[in-house]
């Protein structure tokens, strides 16, 4: 199977604007997309108070309807993007598994993703995060309510002019210690396709001796230099290969997550990185990436690696 742009829908509006991401991600990097829903038959897990056995759900009208589900979808994205290869399939099995596997064959995976709401919530549903956390190939979290400046920007019902192409930045949450290449390289990339700048976001920490700059501010200057001299030299090597993008590093003393989360109010999409873990505990995303999901207000890649 050629590789995809795939997109996991359940109905929700975030599903469909995941979808209709997808779509124009898909353009961008000349690929087919590839709509899936997953969802496993289970009987009732109880009985009638009269002690008679309550006939199961046939299973035909649960596909039947995902079937539905997928074939509007379809129609509505190439009614907007008619040069675009789309396919549909309904997969058995539990959300989670069954999106895991609809990845192995994506070059990237694409969900919804809710808001955080006015009292308390999560951007990301336990499905999501599962997958989230169990997948091998980047996934782009999409919420349902952007801002007003890209739903301009995505005024283009024939699909001839991207999203992003307004200049907004990619921004990239880099962390010195681990620069994976994989993650940089889709991040520049997705700049590079959106003719868009790249905004790249590096926290630090002074050392504890400092006390803020009090005691010792010429020993903070020249730690900031070291630090601004090791992002610069990180991305050296990228900004050769794609000389077309405009970087714009930045340094920041404390943890990268607000940052980030203030950067993507005005963001095409936001990149950061997931190191690859084997173990069955915890959910695999480290604390900037977890704070970044939970209020993001554009797209959020997550690129694992090791």
């Known amino acids: 199977m050629p590789s995809t742009i795939t997109v996991g829908l359940d109905g929700s509006p975030e599903s469909l604007a995941a979808a209709e991401w997808a779509a124009r991600e898909a353009i961008l990097r000349d690929l087919p997309l590839r709509l899936v829903n997953a969802s496993e038959w289970q009987a009732p ?32 994205i190439t009614g907007r993007h008619p040069d675009l290869r789309v396919e549909v399939e309904d997969i058995d099995g539990l959300p989670v598994s069954a999106l895991l596997r609809a990845a192995e064959d994506a070059e990237l995976l694409v969900l919804g993703s809710r808001g955080l709401g006015k009292v308390a919530g999560f951007l990301l549903g336990s499905v999501s995060l599962a997958v989230l956390a169990g997948c091998e190939r ?23 002019r991207p999203a992003g192409t307004d200049r907004h930045d990619v921004v990239l949450g880099l962390d010195l210690s681990h620069p994976h290449d994989k993650l940089l390289e889709f991040a520049f990339d997705a700049a590079s396709r959106r003719a868009a700048p790249l905004r790249v976001v590096h926290g630090w920490t002074l050392p504890p001796y400092s006390y803020g700059g009090d005691l010792v501010p010429e020993l903070d200057d020249d730690l900031a230099r070291q630090v601004r001299r090791e992002l ?45 873990r084997r173990s069955a505990v915890g959910t695999h995303i480290g604390p900037v990436t977890q704070a970044l999901l939970h209020h993001a207000a554009a797209p959020v890649a997550v690129v694992p690696h090791d």
């Open 232 to 276: 610069s030299t990180a991305l050296r090597p990228w900004r050769e290969k794609f000389p077309d993008v405009e970087v714009s590093p930045q340094t920041t003393v404390g943890g990268a997550g607000p940052h980030l989360v203030d950067a993507s109010h005005d963001a095409a999409l936001v990149v950061v990185g997931r190191r690859t």
């Open 45 to 76: 897990a109880y009985a009638a108070a009269s002690g008679l056995d309550i006939p199961p759900v046939p299973r035909d009208p649960q596909h039947s309807s995902a079937r539905r589900l997928l074939d509007d979808v379809r129609a509505c």
């Open 138 to 160: 980047p996934v782009v979290l999409v919420r349902s309510a952007q801002p007003e400046w890209q739903a301009r920007a995505e005024e283009d019902p024939a699909g001839t």
